[in-house]
T-cell receptor
Framework: NAGVTQTPKFQVLKTGQSMTLQCAQD?????MSWYRQDPGMGLRLIHY???????DQGEVPNGYNVSRSTTEDFPLRLLSAAPSQTSVYFC???????????FGDGTRLSIL | DQQVKQNSPSLSVQEGRISILNCDYT??????FLWYKKYPAEGPTFLIS?????DKNEDGRFTVFLNKSAKHLSLHIVPSQPGDSAVYFC???????????FGTGTRLQVFP
């Protein structure tokens, strides 16, 4: 039972490079979200999706793109990485109703 | 403007005693409150939740109390165990929404 799987676990990028953080869940959850966690701060919502084909912005969406073509996958794209995007990124999913979100183990991203 | 605040960055408790973690919020539109536990290099794990129609919810050693008039909630862990040592995040949202707002976390250390 994999739950929420994030890849890669670690990544180092140079400023200006692009990359996609992958997130997949095998629980048939409709709702998926991306958060970032910075030192001394709580998790902040970047983007979320309430189902395939539907996405919306969270608190800190600038510099990130998402799409949701399938129920299982919710990739997060950095089009032109900046040092301010150095962070730990968490993907989460939840089922219908007021269910709690289940988190992956995160991707630690460093941008030089 | 932090809508969810955890004013104690750390807490140290002896094994067997009660741990009390506190959380304050400012947005009266929040309807749903959750506590997550996080170990290093892992994603947050859901612990317990409470809706605004209740003032208490229990699950084994964990109890969450909600005081809506004071906009305050607390997590009680009794008895505390060394395996409870982790960072605890309080989070809040409107009902059935993915826009979770997290506090900055409290690091709990349970010593023998």
């Amino acid at each position: 039972n994999a739950g929420v799987t994030q890849t890669p676990k670690f990544q180092v990028l140079k400023t200006g490079q692009s990359m996609t953080l992958q997130c997949a869940q095998d629980m048939n959850h409709e709702y998926m979200s991306w958060y970032r966690q910075d030192p001394g701060m709580g998790l902040r919502l970047i983007h979320y999706s309430v189902g395939a084909g539907i996405t919306d912005q969270g608190e800190v969406p600038n510099g990130y793109n998402v799409s949701r073509s399938t129920t299982e996958d919710f990739p997060l794209r950095l089009l032109s990485a900046a040092p301010s995007q150095t962070s730990v990124y968490f993907c989460a999913s939840r089922g219908q109703g007021n269910q709690p979100q289940h988190f992956g183990d995160g991707t630690r991203l460093s941008i030089l | 403007d932090q809508q969810v605040k955890q004013n104690s960055p750390s807490l140290s408790v002896q094994e067997g005693r009660i741990s009390i973690l506190n959380c304050d919020y400012t947005n009266s539109m929040f309807d749903y409150f959750l506590w997550y536990k996080k170990y290093p290099a892992e994603g947050p794990t859901f612990l317990i939740s409470i809706s605004s129609i209740k003032d208490k919810n229990e699950d084994g050693r964990f109890t969450v109390f909600l005081n809506k008039s004071a906009k305050h909630l607390s997590l009680h862990i009794v008895p505390s165990q060394p395996g409870d040592s982790a960072v605890y995040f309080c989070a809040a949202s409107g009902w059935n929404t993915d826009k979770l707002i997290f506090g900055t976390g409290t690091r709990l250390q349970v010593f023998p």
